[in-house]
């Protein structure tokens, strides 16, 4: 099945923007969706199909992806970003969801 | 809006069974498909199962295939995941989601413990 890799953790200063990588084959082909979750609440959706956000998500959160890479940026990044966030893709060779292994989001 | 609940973790030893329920609200629960996640602690997001909007169809993870089942009550608007020969790598927080199988996962839980332990 699909392997997402993700750099693990990622660190940025207040007010700057945050870009967190999805590698995979042949992503750009695929519909990727990004998770942010923090401790002890439910994952939240904020990007589907590469690039859309759901309703309620800020403008700041943003998707894109293109060949073997997708990227979510968050732009104006405050201390209420600080979180996990997990790629998603749906492998249709193997009928699985495949999740990224996490980036850990530090706001320094 | 769209309330999910887990339920029915605890602790069980190796060998054991356990059954986890999740309520769902806010949305027609028969039409939509719904998923297992969890998440071992200090670990990532690992998937674990779907079943169709109409029950027809279920796949699993490879980890979990052959000894967890997931199924549905339309009528109490409930998904379920039974465990059978747990294992201490099963211990993790288990997540319901809703969504298309080969889409999105719109919607979560805030997930329920499970333990595997002697």
């Known amino acids: 099945s699909s392997v997402l890799t993700q750099p693990s953790s990622v660190s940025v200063a207040p007010g700057q923007t945050a870009r967190i990588t999805c590698g995979g084959s042949?992503?750009?082909?695929?519909?990727v969706h990004w998770y942010q979750h923090k401790p002890g609440q439910a994952p939240v959706l904020v990007i589907h199909f590469d690039s859309d956000r759901p309703s309620g998500i800020p403008e700041r959160f943003s998707g894109s992806n293109s060949g073997n890479t997708a990227t979510l940026t968050i732009s104006g990044v405050g201390a209420g970003d600080e979180a996990d966030y997990y790629c998603?893709?749906?492998?249709?060779?193997?009928?699985?969801?495949?999740f990224g292994g996490g980036t850990k989001l530090t706001v320094l | 809006q769209v309330q999910l609940a887990e339920s029915g973790g605890g602790v069980v030893q190796p060998g054991r069974s356990l059954r986890l329920s999740c309520a769902a609200s806010?949305?027609?629960?028969?039409?939509?498909?719904m998923h297992w996640v969890r998440q071992v602690p200090g670990k990532g997001l690992q998937w674990v199962a779907v079943?169709?909007?109409?029950?027809?169809?279920?796949y699993y993870a490879d980890s979990v295939t052959g000894r967890f089942t997931i199924s549905r009550d339309d009528f109490k608007n409930t998904l379920y995941l039974q465990m059978n020969s747990l294992k201490p790598e099963d211990t993790a927080v288990y997540h319901c989601?809703?969504?298309?199988?080969?889409?999105?996962?719109?919607?979560w839980g805030r997930g329920t413990l499970v333990t595997v332990s002697s």
């Open positions: 042949n992503l750009g082909g695929k519909g």
């Open positions: 079943i169709s909007y109409d029950g027809g169809d279920q």
């Open positions: 998603q893709v749906w492998d249709s060779n193997s009928d699985h969801v495949v």
């Open positions: 989601a809703k969504g298309p199988m080969t889409a999105m996962l719109d919607y």
């Open positions: 806010g949305f027609i629960f028969s039409n939509y498909d």
